[in-house]
């Protein structure tokens, strides 16, 4: 990735080795289970993770590219600002899956 993809991209930082600049999907507030009850923030739940979109990716970065759906931990993420709105910095090898869209395009089975 170039540096000019990423200003086309509307960042106006270009991500170095194997980082993964991502925005989360909703709130971290309360959440709806499939059957429609409400669940507060506040519920004990065990370790979750969380699905967040890509929207930059550094050079080195092989299995990601902008657009895609990542699940990461949530507990292990660096947040940063950027004109005023939040996103999160990882590692690639902090991300666990990327979304099963792309998998029938790829025979390489590298996506789950």
């Known amino acids: 990735m170039t540096a000019d993809h990423d200003l086309d991209s ?34 004990a739940v065990g370790k979750r993770l969380a699905w967040a979109t890509a929207v930059g990716v550094g050079p080195n970065v092989r299995a990601i590219v902008s657009g895609d759906r990542v699940l990461f931990d949530p507990d292990d993420r660096s947040e940063v600002e950027l004109h005023g709105r939040g996103y999160v910095l990882l590692r690639e090898r902090d991300v666990h899956a990327v979304a099963a869209e792309r998998i029938e395009n790829d025979p390489t089975g590298l996506y789950l």
């Open 10 to 43: 509307g960042l106006p930082i270009r991500l170095l080795h194997d980082r993964v600049l991502v925005r989360m999907e909703g709130g971290e507030g309360e959440r709806r289970s499939t059957a429609g009850i409400v669940i507060p923030a506040t519920a």
